[in-house]
């Protein structure tokens, strides 16, 4: 990367600002730096480039020379892998280690394990006060719909709140935080939805999506519609998924053995652990899980190019079989509500992968054989769409519009159009035709019209459609 800088776009000449960007876009991407670091070191290095500037150097030989004057990228990075390394166990243990750290930063550091505790602690008695007013879990009946209707509301906001915390957002930063969350919760319990309606549980699971998006702007510290703070909130979307999968399945063990050996002495938990083992992990792992992915983001750093690798083949690979076998057989998508469903989440996941394959790619690397397919991933994933929009439009005109057919019919033209455009880009990049940072920015700029559309079935599809 230095030798990229030394000699920038094969010898032509940048701006002061131009070079500052492409270094800032770089470190940013070192995990292991912080966003502080970050931001302390570009200060540190615009301080010097401008006092060479002033000195009377042209302003890319000014920027050169202060890269050089700090330390080459490379060697930066390793370095602040290092300390941040030996930062994890020290908050993991809730102690100072034996290198001579002062009092001040272990203190800090159990603030912080304090904090998320008690935020964990906080989402698991949330979900279990509606039981003192009636609103009570059976082992052996569906969940009640208030559970339903709220259940993003029991943990987001208390996520939120770790965020605003720990990044410091300023006062009115906080209140325009706080806006969403309460529109959410008025909106979503007084509203008069029929029992069991459509328009209920879509509104519920894009409540969710919402609120995540509501989240990012805690974790951006406020500075949402920046670049950079949105593609690091992807990557941490991404890390966190990984990381609450895992809880999950460790989870899911835990209960299993638990159910095993108190069965074998006579006794039955399996409501106990349905009815508050379950809610409660389930909630607190959401706190949990994004702490974890604050604390070791240099273990995950190394971890998310792996998954993409391994994910991205074996996507691809089941869209060219499901596209095959439609062609061989000449049979069409069975639209149903839970088609629908299918079909939106693969997609959604297919989506999502692009997306983290996308953060977790140095922007300074040529075009690879892993980008040709993630090109071909994409057209596929374009394909699959496209064959499900033609499915629900001709659903729609044989029995009318509904609640779900429209949201699909949503859903899909917006997926549509992030994979159009990116397919485009991805095929512009490949023939060296555009840089790698468009597709980056294409993706960080499309993220407000999920949100958008998340808000839209909440508030507008259950009057649409008379809350049935």
């Keep these: 990367m230095s030798q990229e800088i030394e000699n920038p776009k094969e010898g032509t000449r940048i701006s002061l600002e131009e070079g500052i960007a492409e270094w800032r876009s770089y470190v940013r991407r070192r995990q292991a730096i912080h966003g502080v670091d970050a931001d302390e070191l570009e200060d540190h290095l615009r301080s010097q480039a401008t006092t060479l500037v002033e000195a009377g150097l ?71 006060v509606p039981e003192l007013f009636g609103a009570r879990m059976q082992m052996d009946q569906d969940l009640p719909m208030f559970y339903v209707r709220n259940m993003s509301l029991f943990v987001l906001p208390l996520l939120a709140i770790f965020f605003a915390w720990k990044r410091s957002l300023a006062p009115a930063g906080r ?67 990984i990381y609450y999968a895992l809880i999950a399945l460790g989870g899911g063990v835990l209960m299993g ?77 069975a639209v149903g509500r839970e088609v629908l469903i299918g079909f939106d989440l693969l997609l959604v996941v297919v989506a999502g992968l692009v ?37 629900i439009a001709a659903r729609i005109s044989e029995f009318g519009f509904s609640p779900n ?16 455009w990116s397919a485009v880009l991805y095929a512009r990049f490949l023939t060296g035709r555009a840089a790698f940072a468009k597709l980056e920015r294409w993706q960080t700029a499309y993220i407000p019209v999920y949100a958008i559309w998340a808000c839209a079935v909440v508030l507008i599809f259950p009057p649409l459609f008379g809350f049935k």
């Design 58 to 128: 042209a302003e890319d030989e000014a920027f050169l020379i202060a890269v050089k004057r700090i330390g080459t990228l490379d060697e930066l990075s390793r370095e602040y892998a290092r300390e941040h390394s030996e930062r994890l166990w020290k908050r993991l243990v809730l102690g100072p280690d034996d290198r001579g750290d002062d009092a001040g930063k272990g203190a800090g550091t159990l603030k912080e394990v304090l904090v998320v505790v008690a935020l964990t602690l906080a989402a698991a008695v949330a979900i279990k």
């Design 175 to 241: 209140l325009w935080l706080a806006a969403p969350f309460v529109v959410a919760a008025v909106s979503i319990n007084l509203m008069p939805f029929a029992p069991r309606a459509h328009t209920e549980i879509l509104a519920a699971m894009h409540l969710f999506i919402a609120l995540w998006l509501a989240v990012g702007y805690a974790y951006a510290a406020g500075r949402w519609r920046d670049h950079d703070p949105r593609m690091n909130y992807v990557r941490f979307s991404g890390e966190w998924f």
């Design 257 to 333: 053995l638990t159910a095993f050996i108190f069965n074998a002495i006579g006794l039955k938990p399996e409501r106990l652990l349905v009815t508050w083992m379950l809610p409660c992990g389930a909630v607190g792992a959401v706190i949990i899980a994004a702490w974890l992915v604050e604390a070791k983001q240099s273990v995950i750093e190394n971890m998310a190019p792996v998954l993409t690798l391994i994910f991205t083949p074996l996507f691809t690979l089941l869209l060219l079989a499901f596209l095959g076998a439609m062609a061989w057989t000449r049979s069409g998508i």
């Design 405 to 420: 057919k429209v949201a699909a019919l949503g859903e899909n033209l917006i997926l549509l159009v992030n994979l159009g």
């Design 355 to 391: 997306l983290y394959a996308i953060s977790a790619r140095d922007p300074q690397k040529a075009p690879g054989p892993f980008d040709a397919l993630q090109l071909l991933l994409v057209v596929c994933a374009l394909l699959v769409d496209a064959i499900a929009l033609w499915a």
